[in-house]
């Protein structure tokens, strides 16, 4: 096991070095440093002098990959490549654009974005797994014939199901920016319940932690309650169920004893992939709220052209995302003994 | 005519979809999940919807200089022909069939004594001598006359239908999945006539803060969100099926070497890919504006651009799955088969793996389609999307967002790009469904 974890973290390096490459490709070689510095100057009327200076201030002033005018190994220190990326490896993410430290940014914002986003997993799960649940439920109502419980479907029951879905499938068409805007407005304007927007220190968060958490819950319920409702089914149509429903279990004992634990693993898996990225926050969640966590930060950073910090940013995300795959992997280890890591 | 870039992908689209259609015509296998897509009532209607669409998006595809035009702009068909919504801008806001501007104004009267109120807007009801109480009536027996139009020219329709063949008419009329399809044919036909008529004579969704029609700004948008949808994955579908089948097929290094490339795009967050990427366009383009001589070329190079980073974030998936299903086939009997009887690999690949991996890159096809067209929406909303000229239904919502504020609110812009995303949406959620249910083997049976 300890084996297995050393490897993929290992493993891991190879891939964050791709991103880095990735991102230094994107970043330095696809535009020089010279048209950032233009870029960020205004268009117009900019000097020479201005664009060595801007680049001076912000360490661009050094050959992107070798640098042939410095001694030993300076050649390759000396230069943008070693300066910009190797110091991501360390978690040293430098100076923003507007001269703000970016290690302390994401510390001090990382906390608001995981107040919002974790809430909103959670009970989204919770709500999604009973609303998949209650349809596996009436798509299954038996009836009693003779003694023999006949897999019939009853009339009601397929009925409720197919509303289900279909209310499943129209919840899924709606944008997202519909159900902000519109939670904004009733709940916030017209029923003046909670602010609109807003972030504050400590407890006196929640009031305004409640909308959009309430808001990326319903959001995400279409997609989410459709999604486990297959896994379910999935689960339902397999032999132990059969085996269960022979021996005389009613219907919800057979869905909450046996289906629901088997349909957790994938689900559970699921969720742990993800674990490690709420750090990052959620974009427009965070800018329509006026949450002054990562998700806001990164679109701050875009519109005022911060390449610093988006750098900072996408580095961080894959870190994230390989911490997430790497638990998935040992989750599933915990959570079904089939699995062995090898 | 004028070939814009994004119009000459749409039409190639079409060309191989046309070439596929007639490569696929006769083949039972794909008969069979056809016919059923063709039973199912939903399926269908939802596919006439779709084709609606379609439809407007590729009369905006034609792009030409008007010979008469003194400004050298680049209009497409569709602007053409609604040159009078595209010239009868407002001032500011008005609501819709409104007469008079949202906003109060200071206005010269006749006698030359200035006033403090509503003025009537320029061209929305224009032709009404007393709006207070003559609209009602006028927007009702226009919307009835434009309704009648539509519906009269669909009646003719099916009686041409009769008169020509009256046994196939009788095997349609008996149908009751074409009944819902000429039922909603008949509406979207009369509804469209009527809202045509009437726009003709009021802003039939208001107009926005500069004045312009909002109804036109929507219908517009509808081009916009299917190039999203199509070209993105026209663009990243032959990476995801070169890629996926070989990793699959060869395993060794090829498969590692595909696999650390997704797992590498994968692992960085897509929204920040995008976002840099649209950075590093803006960076570009911003350093070789001779390029992009008018706007309309500069919004379009920026469209594709984003199609293309899209494509390039989201093959990843696609590719994963088909990966594993190629593992899963290259076992099978009938390719172990192949090969011993020394079929080359190529022809291997091209002939048993890649036809039996095609109903799963159909169903993501589908599948993606819809959710293009939201993340569209939300990326223009973060500023990474299409370019703020250009007419799209997130440009439309990052608009309208600041005003919910105002009161009376402006709820017609949001409505519209509500109702019109929506219906594409939805409508392509339900042929989404219905597609996936015919062609994935696991589901038939299912349900």
């Known amino acids: 096991m300890t084996q297995y974890i050393i490897r993929r973290l290992l493993y891991s390096l190879p891939l964050l070095m791709g991103v880095n490459i990735l991102t230094f490709v994107l970043f330095f070689v696809v535009n020089s440093p010279d048209d950032m510095a233009r870029m960020q100057l205004g268009q117009k009327h900019v000097t020479e002098q201005a664009i060595a200076n801007w680049k001076q201030q912000h360490g661009y002033d050094v050959p992107l990959l070798w640098n042939n005018g410095a001694q030993g190994e300076k050649k390759i220190t000396d230069t943008i490549f070693y300066q910009k990326s190797v110091g991501l490896f360390l978690f040293r993410f430098g100076v923003s654009e507007s001269g703000r430290n970016i290690g302390a940014d994401i510390k001090e914002r990382a906390w608001p974005s995981l107040a919002v986003a974790l809430p909103t997993l959670m009970v989204g799960l919770l709500v999604n797994i009973c609303s998949a649940l209650m349809m596996v439920l009436f798509r299954n109502s038996y009836v009693a014939k003779d003694g023999v419980y006949a897999a019939s479907r009853s009339g009601s029951g397929a009925a409720l199901e197919h509303a289900g879905i279909v209310l499943c499938v129209i919840l899924m068409s709606i944008s997202s920016l519909f159900y902000i ?73 057979t869905l909450f004893r046996h289906v629901l634990p088997n349909a957790m693993i994938p689900i559970l898996t699921g969720v742990v992939v993800v674990l490690p990225q709420l750090f990052m926050g959620s974009l427009i969640m965070e800018s329509f709220f006026s949450i002054p966590g990562l998700g806001s930060y990164t679109i701050d950073a875009i519109n005022s052209q911060d390449f610093a910090t988006v750098r900072a940013m996408v580095f961080l995300g894959s870190v994230l995302y390989m911490i997430g795959l790497l638990l998935t992997d040992i989750s599933y280890t915990l959570v079904d003994p089939r699995v062995r890591l090898s | 005519m004028i070939i814009l870039w994004t119009d000459a992908l749409i039409y190639l689209l079409i060309a191989v979809m046309l070439a596929l259609g007639l490569y696929l015509r006769g083949k039972e296998h794909i008969q069979r999940p056809l016919q059923q897509i063709g039973c ?11 084709l609606f669409f379609v439809l407007i998006g590729l009369l905006d595809s034609v792009h030409f200089k008007p010979a008469d035009d ?54 929305g009801g224009r032709h009404l001598t007393n709006p207070e109480t003559e609209t009602i009536p006028d927007i009702l027996q226009k919307a009835l006359y434009g ?85 993105t994955t026209l663009i990243m579908l032959p990476m995801a099926i070169i890629f996926g089948i070989l990793a699959g097929f060869f395993r060794g290094w090829v498969d590692d070497i595909i696999q650390y490339i997704y797992t590498t795009l994968n692992s960085i967050p897509g929204v920040l890919l995008i976002a840099a990427s649209i950075l590093m366009v803006q960076v570009y383009m911003a350093n070789h504006e001779a390029d992009f001589t008018s706007v309309i070329v500069r919004a379009d190079m920026r469209l594709l651009f984003l199609c293309m980073i899209l494509g390039v974030t989201s093959w990843t998936g696609l590719c994963r799955l088909l990966r594993a299903e190629t593992l899963k086939l290259r076992e099978m ?49 973060i500023n990474i999307g299409v370019d703020p000229t250009s007419y799209s239904w997130g440009n439309m919502i990052n608009g309208a967002r600041l005003e919910m504020a105002r009161e009376p609110i402006v709820w017609w812009s949001l409505t519209a790009a509500f109702v019109f995303m929506f219906a594409l949406v939805l409508a392509a959620n339900l042929f989404a469904d219905v597609v996936q249910d015919a062609f994935d083997p696991r589901r038939s049976g299912n349900e």
């Open chain 2, 147 to 231: 309704w009648a139009q539509g519906a009269s020219l669909i009646v003719f329709f099916i009686f041409l239908m009769w008169t020509l063949s009256a046994e196939r008419y009788q095997r349609l009329t008996g149908n009751s999945t074409a009944k819902a399809v000429l039922a909603v044919v008949f509406v979207i036909v009369s509804c469209s006539y009527a809202l045509i008529y009437l726009s003709g004579y009021y802003h039939v969704f208001g107009t926005d803060k500069v004045g312009e029609d909002v109804f036109y700004q929507a219908v517009k948008s509808i081009r916009t969100g299917l190039v999203i949808g199509t070209l």
């Open chain 2, 333 to 381: 009997e009938y390719v172990q088969a192949a090969s011993a009887l020394g079929v080359k690999q190529g022809a291997i690949l091209l002939r048993h793996i890649l036809p039996n991996v095609m109903h799963i890159v159909l169903i993501s096809v589908v599948l993606d389609f819809s959710s293009l067209v939201l993340a569209e929406a939300v990326l223009s909303y």
């Open chain 2, 70 to 123: 003194k400004q050298n702009e680049i209009v497409s068909l569709l602007d053409y022909w609604a040159t009078p919504l595209r010239e009868h801008g407002e001032k500011t806001y008005s609501a819709p069939f409104a007469t008079t501007l949202y906003s109060k104004e200071m206005m010269m009267l006749e006698d030359g004594s200035m006033q403090w109120g509503y003025p009537r807007l320029e061209f």
């Open chain 2, 40 to 50: 199912n009532k939903i399926g269908m209607v939802s596919l006439v919807v779709l």
């Open chain 1, 181 to 253: 805007i519109g939670g904004q407005f009733v709940i916030g304007k017209v029923l003046r319940l909670v602010p609109i927007s807003g972030y504050d220190d400590g407890m006196a968060a929640i009031k305004f932690l409640v909308l959009p958490v309430l808001i990326g819950v319903f959001s995400g319920i279409g997609s989410g309650a459709r999604w486990y409702r297959t896994l379910f089914l999935e689960e339902v149509g397999k032999d132990y169920v059969r085996t269960a429903r022979a021996k005389g279990l009613s219907e919800t004992q």
